[in-house]
């Protein structure tokens, strides 16, 4: 079992940074594939970004690539999202997510098995 926390979620204006974190606990981390996810409200949960156990795979949304960055501390047990360039189409709710298996950095809500409770990112124009 893993217990994901997400944190560093805030307001922000159009063109800001913001960096998300998620600690998780047990001692499997660095073998689960982590992602991240968001959801608007009223739209469904959408892929963000996933990276695979070392750290050197990663995989983007079209809509974040180059301005997103994920990583991973396995030391730490825990994974980031550097969000810069931020725009208002960005506010969301974001989720952190574990999968066990790797799928080729999956970008579907049900290739994961675990889930935090998610922190909101707002970005004001």
């Known amino acids: 079992q893993v217990q994901l926390v997400e944190s560093g979620g805030g307001l922000v204006q159009a063109g800001g940074s913001l960096r998300l974190s998620c600690a998780a606990s047990?001692?499997?981390?660095?073998?689960?594939?982590m992602g991240w996810f968001r959801q608007a409200p009223g739209k469904e949960r959408e892929f963000v970004a996933a990276?695979?156990?070392?750290?050197?795979?990663?995989r983007y949304a079209d809509s974040t690539k180059g301005r997103f960055t994920i990583s991973r501390d396995n030391a730490q047990n825990t994974v980031y999202l550097q969000m810069n360039s931020l725009k208002p189409e960005d506010t969301a709710v974001y989720y952190c997510a574990a999968a066990r298996r790797d799928y080729g950095l999956q970008t579907y809500v049900n290739q994961y098995d675990y889930w935090g409770q998610g922190t909101q990112v707002t970005v004001s124009s």
């Open positions: 990276v695979n156990w070392s750290g050197h795979s990663t």
């Open positions: 047990g001692r499997t981390f660095s073998s689960y594939v």
